[in-house]
């Protein structure tokens, strides 16, 4: 399965230099009808974007019955608590279909968006766009994620992956 970021609408707008410093942090990954990618309250390690298939995510308060958050199409992302330096996911992520899905670890993530400036506003700006989506405003979001990501960076905490 070759997948090139440039084919993802995520990453629309993003130079070339930029892809080629971005790819690397990537890995592919293939899921079966029915796989669980992790449950909520697992460690959060890995962001994903869906290339093909459905993923539906799935969030259990204490108090009710567990509810569907939402159903991710290809192009979108879901473990986004990893980029945020959250150490749970705070939902599950369960394939509907087969999948196909890169991954890039938070940790990484962070580490690269404190290194490269330009592709962390880009990410940051493109996180924000999904998760205001379903959750705040955009710019809260924005800015709730560089703030996790600077402060992560900066304090050498992000050995929690």
Request: proline fraction near 3%.
């Amino acid at each position: 399965m070759v997948i090139k970021l440039a084919q993802l609408s995520f990453f629309d707008g993003m130079s070339d230099a930029q892809y080629e410093v971005l790819a690397p942090y990537f890995a592919r990954q293939r899921y079966k009808e029915g796989t669980m990618v992790f449950e909520q309250g697992d460690f959060a390690e890995y962001l994903y974007l869906v290339v093909e298939g459905e993923v539906v995510i799935r969030f259990k308060p204490d108090d009710g019955p567990e509810m569907t958050v939402t159903r991710v199409q290809p192009g979108g992302v879901f473990g986004w608590s990893a980029a945020m330096g959250n150490s749970r996911y705070t939902s599950g992520a369960g394939c509907v279909t087969d999948c196909a899905v890169v991954r890039i670890r938070g940790k990484d993530l962070r580490e690269l968006c404190d290194k490269q400036p330009d592709i962390g506003r880009f990410v940051l700006d493109r996180l924000g766009q999904v998760i205001a989506e379903r959750k705040h405003s955009q710019s809260q979001v924005t800015a709730l994620l560089a703030h996790g990501i600077r402060g992560l960076a900066s304090n050498g905490d992000c050995n929690d992956e």
